[in-house]
């Protein structure tokens, strides 16, 4: 296969996955060289929506096992396939049902609160999933006044932050990549850009937040930076959110805000990974129907909370 050009590449998967009828999803954190041939990008839950809303029973996505666990569990009537089966998420293998069940005991009056980026088995422990965007209105919507929040210890103390009379317990779990970013990039940043402002994703840590001037999931970066009227940008998220923003708005100029700022995990996926899966249809996601059943609760009680 790497005898073909990557143009050659490309034009091979947009003519296999309409032979296969396949739909070809891509995160906004893969290759763009991926995205440009997906038939949509978008964040994890957007696109497992995607995913329920097509026709298509053949779903391939592009992104790491808990995104196409995710897609496979609101569409358990179809076939799910991720093109590099060694896709992980260090923050999603941080959490274990050890650590959960222990936090439950410890915090038996406790609502558990599971981040999306996180496994199936840890989904089936917790009561209600959040996503980065709508954390802080499901959060609200809850009535109780003690939260086990997982696996994000940081996106977890910026949730707590805007509910100072609930109390909340975490655990040591982060995102490596969001995590890394420190003071001293952003002040460096600053220095060298002083007009543009930070925007920054809530998965990094306290103190890097509270610098900056703009907080936002990684869609409403993406929004924030497209909409506004300011010219440039230091983003400190995902390295490939800056490459899309700088090919969909060339009349502003973005610069990441640290070198750290790229998940290996999800540059993994290459053309010819994606080829081989629309070509074999192997690394199909499978899970028992009593998995599916009790991942899906916590998902299923997001929908509803956020429906309006
Ligand atoms: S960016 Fe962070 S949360 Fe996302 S897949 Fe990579 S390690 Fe996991």
Redesign the pocket.
Known sequence: MNNISNNEKAEKILRLKEEAGALVLAHY?QNLDIQHVADYCGDSFELAKRARSSDKNIIVFCG?SFMAESAKIMNPEKRVFLPRADAG????DMVTPDIVSKMKKEHPQAVVVCYI?SSAATKALSDICVTSSNALKIVGTLKENEIIFIPDKNLGAFVAKHFPDKKFYFMEGW????HDVDIEALREARRLHPEAPVVIHP?CREEILKESDFIGSTSGILDYCRESDKKEFIVAT?RAIVERLKEECPDKKFYLMSSCLV?P??KKTRLDDLLYTLETLDDEIYMTEEEIRAARLPLERMLNAVKD
């Open positions: 954190y790491v998420c260090q923050m999603a980026n995102c490596p990549v969001h998965e995902e998940c995990n999800m």
